[in-house]
């Protein structure tokens, strides 16, 4: 599967971005989809995740970010609200079939090159 993310950039705080990421793989249903984000200087951590129908997100984003998936176009999305500074850094998409942890980035096989969100104060 190939990844590829796009829609991050310059943002202010309590601004919102929506991160899109397209994939070359048709049954794109089958996959667990997750996004990550780095920050520099600091570990690649989860941000959001999504089987089929269930979603999982870290504490620092729940109430202001959502993933959602569109399996029939191959993409999923990140909708990022409320944004704050320390929402800063690298967002990746990744995938895989059977993540054993969804919020564990070696779980997962599939990644796309990243993406990057600046929020300003």
């Known amino acids: 599967v190939q990844l590829q993310a796009s829609g991050g950039g310059l943002v202010q705080a309590g601004g919102s971005l929506r991160l899109s990421c397209a994939a070359s793989?048709?049954?794109?249903?089958?996959?667990?989809m997750g996004w990550f984000r780095q920050a520099p200087g600091k570990e690649r951590e989860s941000v959001a995740a999504?089987?089929?129908?269930?979603?999982w997100y870290a504490d620092s984003v729940k109430g202001r970010f959502t993933i959602s998936r569109d399996n029939a176009k191959n993409m999923v999305y990140l909708q990022m609200n409320t944004l704050k500074p320390e929402d800063t850094a690298v967002y990746y998409c990744?995938?895989?079939?059977?993540?054993?942890?969804?919020?564990?980035?070696?779980?997962?096989?599939?990644w796309g090159q990243g993406t990057q969100v600046t929020v300003s104060s």
């Open positions: 990744a995938a895989d079939t059977h993540p054993g942890i969804w919020g564990r980035p070696e779980e997962y096989s599939y």
């Open positions: 793989e048709r049954t794109l249903s089958r996959y667990f």
């Open positions: 999504m089987s089929r129908s269930n979603t």
